[in-house]
């Protein structure tokens, strides 16, 4: 069932957590397969807040940051380490979350071929990346669901090309962390970062290794 677009008219916390077990699928035109859903499941997201030093809206408002300041739902586009991120606005100017990683996804509208693609779009050194690695990372997820930020940064999510899908998979615990790659001073002790329990071995970094790190039962 896609979610509406009221689902992201969350605070941060509760749209980061809202947001595991979801499932992203974009829809491309490959020359073999034709038109295509690719498919990934949320496995981790952070938090960020506009009063919060870790945020891109904390350092002001301008017009690559805009999103941010848009309605709920609302994509945040941006380059990170040579490749394209993804985040969604939330409740409150300048709040959003960030897809940190997730997990590739099949069932009938996206069946095992797509994964094929998926590798075919995301390949390591010439070869091909591993199944539980094309996700693992807030670029390569982009990179394996065809996601671009010319394409989408400032829009919202449209039925038929890109869309949020909840598909029953409401994880039963949930691990609260810090966030990965905070600069020291820039509120790296806050603990906005949430990863699906069952797949804490996949995340960009397995939080149940961390000291500080919560266990939420749900």
């Given at each position: 069932m896609i979610v509406s677009p009221e689902f992201f008219e969350q605070e941060p916390q509760q749209l980061a957590q809202a947001l595991i077990g979801k499932v992203l699928r974009h829809r491309i035109v490959h020359p073999e397969y034709g038109k295509v859903w690719l498919s990934a499941k949320v496995i981790e997201t952070e938090a960020y807040y506009?009063?919060?030093?870790?945020?891109?809206?904390?350092?002001?408002?301008t017009e690559a940051r805009k999103a941010m300041f848009m309605s709920p739902g609302t994509i945040y586009m941006?380059?990170?380490?040579?490749?394209?991120?993804?985040?969604?606005?939330?409740r409150g100017d300048g709040n959003?979350?960030?897809i940190k990683s997730?997990?590739?996804?099949?069932?009938?509208?996206?069946?095992?071929?797509?994964?094929?693609?998926m590798q075919a779009i995301n390949p390591v050194n010439g070869r091909t990346r591993p199944v539980d690695k094309l996700c693992s990372g807030q670029t390569l997820l982009c990179r394996s669901l065809g996601l671009k930020v010319p394409e989408w940064n400032q829009q919202q999510l449209k039925k038929g090309?890109?869309?949020?899908d909840n598909v029953g998979d409401k994880p039963g615990k949930i691990i609260q962390a810090r966030r990965l790659g905070i600069p020291k001073g820039r509120d790296e002790h806050l603990p906005y970062r949430f990863v699906?329990?069952?797949?804490?071995?996949?995340?960009?970094k397995n939080p149940l290794r961390e000291e500080h790190s919560y266990i939420l039962s749900l």
């Open positions: 506009l009063d919060e030093k870790g945020s891109h809206s904390s350092l002001g408002f941006y380059y990170s380490r040579g490749g394209d991120s993804l985040n969604f606005s939330a959003g979350v960030l997730g997990v590739t996804f099949t069932d009938r509208r996206s069946p095992k071929k797509t994964i094929k693609v090309r890109f869309i949020l699906h329990f069952d797949h804490a071995h996949q995340a960009t």
